[in-house]
Nanobody, 124 residues
Framework: QVQLVESGGGLAQPGGSLRLSCAAS????????MGWYRQAPGKQREFVAA????????YYADSVKGRFTISRDNAKNTKYLQMNSLKPEDTAVYYC?????????????????WGQGTQVTVSS
């Protein structure tokens, strides 16, 4: 019943910016945590960022800290990932994920709900 749909992926130059969106549906009013993951060809899926329901608590992978910003708009049931200072190493399929509860986890197996992903390519 829960659906997550990512959008906003595309091509960016190194040093450029992209903003990803994740529209969620099928949720009842409850505390939840929304996360972003990414997976590059030949690599394992890795944690990028997560945000609590209130938006007060956030957590970032070291590889993106200071460059990416996660946010959410509960009125629109949407979360965002603002990606600045993009690097070729950021090229991957980015996935929106969600879990019930208030605790933030970085392990993908803690997130039972997933979107289909959106491609981000950083190249000159």
């Amino acid at each position: 019943q829960v659906q997550l749909v990512e959008s906003g992926g595309g091509l960016a130059q190194p040093g450029g910016s992209l903003r990803l969106s994740c529209a969620a549906s099928g949720f009842t009013f409850s505390s939840d945590v929304m996360g972003w993951y990414r997976q590059a060809p030949g690599k394992q899926r890795e944690f990028v960022a997560a945000i609590s329901w209130s938006g007060i608590s956030t957590y970032y992978a070291d590889s993106v800290k200071g460059r990416f910003t996660i946010s959410r708009d509960n009125a629109k049931n949407t979360k965002y990932l603002q990606m600045n200072s993009l690097k070729p190493e950021d090229t991957a399929v980015y996935y929106c994920a969600a879990r019930l509860g208030s605790d933030i986890y970085t392990s993908s197996n803690e997130y039972p709900y997933w979107g289909q992903g959106t491609q981000v390519t950083v190249s000159s």
